[in-house]
């Protein structure tokens, strides 16, 4: 597992990325700095212009605090409440220990990405 902090809105939370190659492919590019849209009342979602590689993706379902890539739509997902829904092509690439629950009342917002060295 690598260790990132993710900042947002004043607060740092702590996530484990896992060893997939979408996670190596995100972790190359750090940091980075997203505009995460608030979608479904569920989750976080960036749309990345380019595919992400995905060779792990799979139906699933998730649980609160899993960080994930929905392969369709090139989407970087952190899921912040769980709503018992099975999602087709998703790849999981790590799990934020952090609580999350100030996800619930907010908006869009600006997350930066950083490894933990």
Do not use: C
Request: charged residues 25%; positive net charge.
């Amino acid at each position: 597992m690598t260790k990132v902090k993710i900042t947002v809105d004043n607060k740092e939370l702590n996530a484990n990325f896992n060893d997939s190659d979408t996670s190596k492919e995100l972790i190359s590019r750090f940091p980075l700095n997203l505009e995460m849209l608030n979608l479904y009342s569920r989750e976080m979602t960036y749309r990345f212009p380019e595919k992400l590689p995905a060779k792990k993706a799979k139906t699933s379902s998730y649980e609160s605090g899993d960080i994930a890539y929905w392969a369709p739509r090139h989407s970087f997902v952190i899921f912040y409440k769980q709503t018992g829904e099975i999602i087709d092509e998703l790849q999981k690439i790590g799990h934020i220990t952090s609580d999350l629950s100030f996800l619930n009342k907010s908006g869009n917002l600006n997350m930066n990405f950083q490894l933990i060295k």
